[in-house]
Each structure stands twice: as structure tokens, then as C-alpha cells.
């Protein structure tokens, strides 16, 4: 029973639980720690609802800290998918605070995150305020590569918010629900895919929490949901669904690029070098990756422009279909190695200055913080 005030709530926190062995009590008790007060129900500015999505309720309490359990609100989702897409749609839907925010019930908040955030939106009027995020072992996360001189009123473009994919910091509810935003339930990974990307370029009034407190990922939980190796029609789906959707085709041509160009140099890049690491990159992966990247590139021919010129001989070979997982693999290697010429000029020098090409890229990105 939801016994909680409807009317004070100020920031709603979905997280979801997937089985009874991730370590839930710490994301709890970081939110707890966040600056917001949880109780009592005529105060509450705080409230989070944990979804045990397929998954026994009792067991994810019990492993909550007593003085915790009452501040929570605990619910059961079973959609028999493994994905996070339902229990945050779920959780979302009982959200009524002025702002939303998902999490993973294997992270955490520094102290204060919250409150900070939430002051920190309200100052710029933002209606999305990105988190900035760190490991937990104390490494920045450089996304999303926003200018370095910039907080508020980010350009989508220009802020290359693309690298942010999943939409965690605060969002106002009242957005949310008027884009009509949810994470699609029928695909295996990417499910935050299209949600960020429609948020993004809403023309919503996007702020970026620099120098606030961050969002924590750890990788101590024995195993991730998004984690899990697919294939590469499965892993993809998303990219190519995306670049044919209504949607992007009503996007400016410089706005599809930039979403195109993120998908080629994270996503498509990012599955080459996981499977030719591997060694288990074979024919089927190399047909599937070369029908990905003709969709993709054909949705928005200019997103190649400014990638390196490493970039563009791992590119080449994803196009003509290269199945030697050897060649890809140097060639997913070499465009990483940053000591090599070849990673800091585009191929097209015409796009030196571009806020995609490799040198404006990586000093944006080394000032993120």
C-alpha cells in the first residue's frame, strides 16, 4: 500500500532490481544520504520506489537497512524480459514528484547529489539536469563531451550529448510524460536508446551538473543486465530501428549526423573490437555489422566526415566486410591508440573543426569533470 503524500514529493527515484543477489542496500542508503528528506509523508521531498522486476520482493527488502525499509516503497514488476526497460516504464508511471530520476540498483549517489542537482535546475531553469558521473573507484566518466565552457542551455549538437545514453541525472516529470518517452521493451541492449536521444533533442532546456555531486557506477554486482554479450543483429536493432524511425527523419540533417556518428564510433566500433578481442568475430558478424553501418550511413551520409583517419579504416573494413578477426582487431586497436597520428586528424580535413572531429573531441572530453 502506498501510504506516502502525493503533493510533497519533489524527486521521484525508480530503481530497478533484478535479482535478489545485487547490492540494493547501497544505492538505497546513498539515497538516503542525498540532501532530500524522506519522511515524515507531509515532508517527504524524496521518494523511491524499487521495482523487483522478476524477482521476489521480500529477498530485495530484507537486504535493505532496517532503518531504510519504511522510507522505501517496494514493487513488484514481472514482465518476464531481461531488460530494464519494463520496471523503469513501471516505476515511472507511479512517479507524481515534480522530477524523475532512474537508477541501477548496483550504483550509488555521492552525498548531497540530489538536493545539489535539484538547487542546481532550478537556478537555470533547466527541465534536465545530466548527471555528472564517476566510477566508484574515483575515475570521471567523460560524458556526455560538453563544451568547456558551458553548464546550461546545452546545444545537443554542439555538446555532443549523444555519448550520453542513458538519461540519469533529473528529468522533469512533466516533460517526460509530455514527449510521450519510455524505453522500448523489445529489444535485447540499447533500450535507453531512442528515450535519450528524444529527450536530447526535444529543445528541452538541458543543463550539465559540472562540478556537482556525481552519479557512481560499480562493477562489484556479479552480473549486469546490459552486460550481457549478444549478437550483432540482436545488439543493433536499436541503431537501425532509430535511424528509420519517423522521428529522426523529421531531424535536421547536422542533428541526424551527430546521432549517426556516436552510434558508428560507440556502438558499432565498440562490438568490433568486443568480438574480435575475443577472437569469436566471424562471417555472420561481419555481414550483419556491414548492413548496420550501409543503414546507418544512409540515414545520414555526413556522420562519417569527421572520424579519424583510424576511424576510417576500421569503417572501411566493417563496409567491405572484413571476417579476419586479426584485421579487426589491430584495426580496432590502432584507432585507440591515441599516440598514433592517425587518431588526431579526420580523413576529410575539411572537418578539422568540427565538434566531432578527433582533436576538438578529446580535449572537450578531457575537460569533462
Not at 1 to 8: A, G, P, V
Not at 197 to 216: D, E, K, T
Not at 258 to 280: E, Y
Request: net charge positive; aromatic share 6%.
Amino acid at each position: 500500500m502506498d501510504n506516502y503524500s502525493q503533493d510533497s514529493v519533489l524527486v521521484d527515484v525508480v530503481v530497478a532490481v533484478h535479482t535478489p543477489d545485487r547490492p540494493v542496500e547501497r544505492t538505497v542508503a546513498s539515497l538516503m544520504a542525498s540532501g532530500l528528506p524522506t519522511g515524515p509523508a507531509e515532508a517527504k521531498r524524496l521518494r523511491v520506489t524499487v521495482v523487483c522486476h522478476n524477482t521476489a520482493v521480500e529477498p530485495i527488502r530484507a537486504r535493505v537497512a532496517p532503518e531504510h525499509r519504511e522510507l522505501v516503497r517496494f514493487v513488484h514488476y514481472e514482465d518476464g524480459i531481461k531488460s530494464p526497460a519494463g520496471p523503469f516504464n513501471h516505476g515511472m508511471a507511479l512517479a507524481t514528484g515534480t522530477w524523475v530520476s532512474i537508477m541501477g540498483s548496483d550504483d550509488s549517489l555521492e552525498p548531497g547529489a540530489l538536493a545539489r542537482w535539484v538547487e542546481a535546475a532550478g537556478r537555470t531553469g533547466a527541465d534536465v539536469l545530466i548527471a555528472p558521473m564517476a566510477h566508484a573507484g574515483g575515475a570521471a566518466i567523460h560524458t556526455p563531451v560538453v563544451r568547456r565552457t558551458k553548464t546550461a542551455g546545452l546545444d545537443p549538437v554542439a555538446d555532443r550529448l549523444t555519448y550520453r545514453t542513458a538519461p540519469l541525472g533529473i528529468m522533469r516529470l512533466s516533460l517526460v510524460r509530455s514527449l510521450g518517452l519510455d524505453f522500448p521493451t523489445r529489444y535485447a541492449t540499447g533500450e535507453d536508446q531512442s528515450f535519450s536521444a528524444r529527450l536530447w533533442f526535444s529543445g528541452a532546456n538541458i543543463s550539465f551538473g559540472r562540478g556537482l555531486p556525481r552519479y557512481l557506477v560499480h562493477d562489484d554486482a556479479a552480473v549486469r543486465v546490459t552486460a550481457t554479450p549478444r549478437s550483432v543483429t540482436d545488439d543493433l536493432a536499436f541503431a537501425t530501428d532509430l535511424v528509420k524511425s519517423d522521428w529522426f527523419a523529421r531531424l535536421a540533417p547536422a542533428q541526424r549526423a551527430a546521432i549517426v556518428t556516436k552510434l558508428i564510433r560507440v556502438h558499432v566500433f565498440g562490438h568490433v573490437m568486443l568480438r574480435a578481442d575475443a577472437g569469436t568475430w566471424h562471417a555472420g558478424d561481419a555481414a550483419g555489422m556491414a548492413s548496420v553501418a550501409r543503414t546507418l550511413l544512409f540515414a545520414a551520409p555526413a556522420a562519417a566526415r569527421p572520424l579519424s583517419v583510424a576511424d576510417r579504416a576500421l569503417l572501411d573494413a566493417v563496409a567491405r566486410a572484413e571476417a579476419d578477426p586479426a584485421v579487426m582487431k589491430s584495426l580496432a586497436t590502432l584507432r585507440r591508440t591515441f599516440t598514433n597520428p592517425r587518431t588526431w586528424l579526420p580523413r576529410d580535413l575539411s572537418q578539422l573543426l568540427h565538434p566531432e572531429a578527433p582533436l576538438r573531441f578529446m580535449s572537450a572530453s578531457a575537460l569533462v569533470s
